[in-house]
């Protein structure tokens, strides 16, 4: 999106959400006059006004919006036709290499809104069924998750709106124009005042993929980079990631793909109070004839020093020619998993028998409660035997001890089999593959945070390398 098409469509926005704020008021005024004055109030002529100035409002958004889009087009179509191999250069906001934050304060408002809008609406509801005194179990359900739906909404757009308000727009500026599919990303993100010096930041980079399928929308995450800073005292935050070359470069400006391709970047900083945090959407990424093909996706540079995550969860506990050992966390969560095997039934069976007068219903309700029991701990055994506990490099093999007593085992990878070291990454989590000739093993747990995976296999590819020239010197000989 450029510059302008920005600054057009916040004019609409700003209709739109004045609209929106007079019908959100109104709908608070008549709800609270309907609950606290005993009034009878014509529910269809104001819903069917309130439909009119929605309408009204939509259309006068699209008044401007419309505008500005052929306007777009028009000169996407002229920069297109001088610079067809190049589709960086049709956006204004690429070609001058400097991207706005994604976020807004008008955005907040209109969260708000709608946050104020449930709100009313779950009011008026309760008005409505209090007036008739319609109270059952069943809406007194209802009635609790809309208001807790409500008051969740409300908080998180109040967050979002004192975010936006603290910390006003920053802006990233490209050091060269695109990225580079099997090259790198560079440029700096320059903070606002009130973020402090010293704060830890975490920079990150993520390429995805939205698919639109009938009613439902899915967005599948296709690769994520991460790396964490020290904000320095000029509050310019460097970024610079490496872009393996297969994967998809970004939508060119103009177009409408059925599945579109987005390369997000993203700057946060824990702050006291409300925490920093800003996104760039749609960066410019390509295949340029700087890219290098053998740049691939999980692949590390063994060779550039990594330094740990300050907050991984993985250690080094010892590092030699002969030894190398990686700890990560115990598997956890079997006794979690046999607490609620041996007390949900129990709990099941009490609270069933002072619901219904049958026995043989709350005997039925603890049994079905057994079954669900068993399941779990069932999962939880399972998830503790698959989880890797550490690794271990010696005597020519990679030995990855999983699981906990009483489900401990060891899976041994010779070192001679193994072709690469590589990180990967899934909606939520990163971990660690050794990649031998016909299959590939994972070798850590699922962490939280890729630039932990990156770090631990770029030091078991070292580690991995180191072994096998102890191996070929041959036992005694001190590895150079």
Known sequence: MTEKQVGGSGIGAQ????????????????????????????????????????????FVVGFFLAGTVRRDQEKIAERQAACPDRPWLWSDEWREGRLQSWESRRGSIGFLVVALIWDAATIGGASAVGARDAWDPGTILWAVLFSAAGLFLTGLSIYQLLQRWKYSGSVFRLES????????????????????????????????????????????????????????????????????????????????????IRWHVTVAARMPGVDYRTSFHDVPVFATDASDPSIVKGAIDASAVTERPPDAKTNIVESSAERTVFSMPPAKGLGWGLAIFLLLPVIVWLVAGRVTANQLEALLAAAVAVLVGAGILALTCAGVAYTPT???????????????????????????????????????????????????????????????????????????????????????????
């Not at 709908?27 to 929605?54: D, I, K, N, Y």
């Not at 920079?203 to 899915?218: A, H, Q």
């Not at 010696?394 to 072709?419: C, K, N, Q, S, Y």
């Not at 899934?426 to 945070?449: C, E, F, H, M």
């Open 390 to 480: 550490a690794i271990e490099i010696e005597a020519g093999l990679v030995r990855v001890p999983h699981g906990a007593w009483p489900f401990r085992w060891t899976r041994a990878i010779p070192v001679a089999d193994i072709v690469e070291i590589k990180y990967t990454t899934s909606q939520a989590t990163a971990w660690v593959d050794a990649k031998t000739a016909g299959k590939s093993y994972s070798i850590s747990r699922n962490l939280p945070d890729v630039a932990e995976a990156k770090w631990l296999a770029a030091e078991v590819s070292r580690a991995v390398e180191r072994h096998r020239g102890h191996l070929a010197q041959g036992p005694g000989q001190q590895a150079v």
């Open 177 to 260: 124009v695109p990225g580079v599919l099997g090259g790198r990303l560079k440029g700096t993100v320059q903070m606002p005042d009130q973020v402090l010096p010293e704060a830890k930041a975490t920079v990150s980079i993520l390429c995805e993929r939205t698919s639109r399928g009938g009613r439902s929308t899915t967005t599948w995450k296709l690769w994520e980079d991460r790396t964490h800073l020290i904000v320095p005292a000029s509050r310019s935050i460097p970024v610079d990631f490496r872009i393996p070359y297969d994967l998809p470069p970004s939508d060119a400006p103009g177009s409408s793909p059925t599945s579109p």
């Open 15 to 58: 209709v739109f959400m004045a609209v929106l704020a007079v019908l959100t008021g109104a709908v608070a005024v008549l709800f609270g006059s309907a609950a606290f004055s005993g009034r009878t109030t014509q529910w269809a002529p104001l819903w069917g006004s309130l439909a009119f100035g929605l309408i009204a409002a939509i």
